[in-house]
């Protein structure tokens, strides 16, 4: 499929960026946009050469600043929900993929694009950057997931305050209430999450696979399932020529050679 609204670039390292390509637009995420997204994210789900994904936004400014406002305009109450729906697929697909997806936040990450940030796994935020879910300025509320992660991201009272206000959020303060994992100077940004995707894609893959998948059914799991789950992948690590290569090389003081068996 040929995209109008993304770019998608291939690292030679096993991963790809994905850029919001609507920069006149502040990269807002209309329609078609999410179309796009939704395309390739399939696509690297069955793409066994790309083992993360970076997604970031074209421009000086904005991450995303949005749902397309003019798109927005022409719902009603017939529309509203299956359009709420749609951009949630594309998230819960993002967030399911089994590869790390780290969100590179350029700017302006609001509404869909603070909804976008949230259901990847790791921010990491350029020191311009600024979250915020001002829907309620808009007579609306959230609608590809923003009440939900946000809540489970920072807690009922902060997802609240943030929610019902529409209040921005500067890095820092994302990076204090745990909606940012780190602050960097805007020009070292994509510099710092293409060092941490190598670092991550440098372990073995199927641990790294298995890890995530742990990690993110432990938002909503019970303790009981989500322990009775990771003693699952626990297991089924066990039984990978990965595991008893890492566990060799470390007794024999070496580098592991990972093979992703
Ligand atoms: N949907 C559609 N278009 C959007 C948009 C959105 N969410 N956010 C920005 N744009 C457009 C603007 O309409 C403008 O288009 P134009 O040049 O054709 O007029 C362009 O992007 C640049 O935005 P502008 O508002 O001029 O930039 P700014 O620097 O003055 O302000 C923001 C930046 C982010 C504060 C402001 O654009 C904004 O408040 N955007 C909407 C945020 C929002 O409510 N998002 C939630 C949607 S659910």
């Given at each position: 499929m040929q995209y109008e609204t993304i770019l998608i670039e291939r690292k030679p390292e096993g991963y790809a960026v994905i850029t919001l390509n609507r920069p006149d637009k502040l990269n807002a995420l209309n329609i078609q946009l999410l179309v796009e997204l939704r395309s390739a994210i399939?696509?690297?789900?069955?793409?066994?050469?790309?083992?993360?994904?970076?997604?970031?936004?074209?421009?000086?400014?904005?991450?995303?600043?949005?749902?397309?406002?003019?798109?927005?305009?022409e719902l009603d109450g017939t529309t509203g929900s299956g359009?709420?729906?749609?951009?949630?697929?594309?998230?819960?697909?993002?967030?399911?993929?089994?590869?790390?997806?780290?969100?590179?936040?350029?700017?302006?990450?609001?509404?869909?694009?603070?909804?976008?940030?949230?259901?990847?796994?790791?921010?990491?935020?350029?020191?311009?950057?600024?979250f915020g879910q001002p829907e309620v300025n808009l007579g609306l509320i959230p609608g590809f997931g923003g009440t939900q992660r946000l809540t489970r991201l920072v807690g009922a009272a902060r997802s609240a305050e943030y929610n019902l206000t529409g209040d921005m959020i500067d890095a820092a303060t994302a990076e204090r209430i745990g909606l940012a994992n780190h602050v960097y100077p805007a020009a070292e940004l994509m510099e710092r999450a293409q060092e941490m995707m190598i670092k991550i894609l440098s372990k073995?893959?199927?641990?790294?696979?298995?890890?995530?998948?742990?990690?993110?059914?432990?938002?909503?799991?019970?303790?009981?399932?989500?322990?009775?789950?990771?003693?699952?992948?626990?297991?089924?690590?066990?039984?990978?020529?990965?595991?008893?290569?890492?566990?060799?090389a470390f007794l024999e003081k070496r580098a592991a050679q990972f093979t992703g068996r």
């Open positions: 399939s696509d690297i789900a069955g793409d066994t050469g790309i083992r993360g994904v970076i997604i970031t936004g074209s421009g000086e400014k904005a991450f995303a600043a949005g749902a397309d406002i003019a798109e927005l305009h359009a709420s729906e749609r951009g949630q697929i594309v998230f819960l697909m993002i967030e399911r993929l089994g590869k790390p997806v780290i969100a590179a936040v350029n700017g302006f990450a609001l509404g869909g694009g603070c909804e976008l940030a949230m259901a990847c796994h790791i921010r990491l935020v350029s020191d311009r950057a600024k073995g893959p199927v641990a790294v696979e298995k890890t995530l998948r742990a990690v993110v059914t432990a938002v909503d799991a019970a303790i009981e399932d989500g322990l009775a789950y990771e003693a699952q992948l626990f297991g089924e690590c066990c039984g990978t020529s990965d595991m008893k290569e890492g566990t060799k």
